[in-house]
């Protein structure tokens, strides 16, 4: 069956370190999403691709940075995580939106504790 | 701006039926998704509406008034493997999803 697996599931750094969030989706999807959730808040786009080769910020993409060289990854930077960043963040992938309905698979999410 | 706004929690009797209601001002729209998720999960998709109306799929109807930016989701016959959070997203006119806070509906026997 496809997936979309997020590694690590749970990782806790300190401050001024870099770390990357791992998101793979064997959908064959072409877009791909990044999105924090935070207690109070719905979630909130950091960036997001269309494509290989194609990566866009969204509201809150300060600190972070994703690359996109295949289909099936992007990994998400913290170039200096800082404690602000302490979140749970979700990996997701759908279809092009002109096709419709083409609702979002979700990975099953990242802790990260920025200490 | 574009906001989507919920009620934070609900409260419901196992077997009852309950309304989660979602109003949203946003730039366009091309669509309105309802997603669960159960604690410390991922959201998964429940149901999607574009057209004026009610979709309904088992348990678990949601209708969309586009003139009102206006939906509810309506759950009947309530389980408690219903406990979960509700979230309401917009797809905007460029296709963007904005998101609700979501809804924490709670069930009690």
């Known amino acids: 069956d496809a997936e979309i697996t997020q590694s690590p599931r749970h990782k806790i750094t300190e401050t001024g370190r870099q770390v990357t969030l791992a998101c793979h989706q064997t959908w064959n999807h072409n877009n791909m999403f990044w999105y924090r959730q935070d207690l109070g808040h719905g979630l909130r786009l950091i960036h997001y691709s269309y494509g290989v080769q194609d990566t866009n910020k969204g509201e809150v993409s300060d600190g972070y940075s994703v690359s996109r060289s295949n289909t099936e990854d992007l990994p998400l930077t913290l170039e200096s995580a800082a404690s602000s960043q302490t979140s749970v963040y979700f990996c997701a992938s759908s279809e092009s939106a002109v096709k419709g309905s083409t609702e979002a698979f979700f990975g099953q999410g990242t802790r990260l504790t920025v200490v | 701006g574009q906001n989507i706004d919920q009620p934070t929690e609900m409260t419901a009797t196992e077997g009852a039926i309950v309304q989660i209601n979602c109003t949203y001002q946003t730039s366009g729209f091309n669509g309105l998704f309802w997603y669960q998720q159960h604690a410390g999960e991922a959201p998964t998709f429940l149901s999607y509406?574009?057209l004026d109306g009610l979709e309904e799929k088992g348990r678990f109807s949601s209708f969309l008034s586009r003139s009102k930016g206006y939906s509810y989701l309506l759950l009947k016959e309530l389980q408690m493997k219903d406990s979960a959070s509700y979230l309401c997203a917009v797809r905007d006119s460029n296709y963007q999803l904005i998101w609700g806070a979501g809804t924490k509906l709670i069930i009690k026997p």
């Open positions: 509406n574009v």
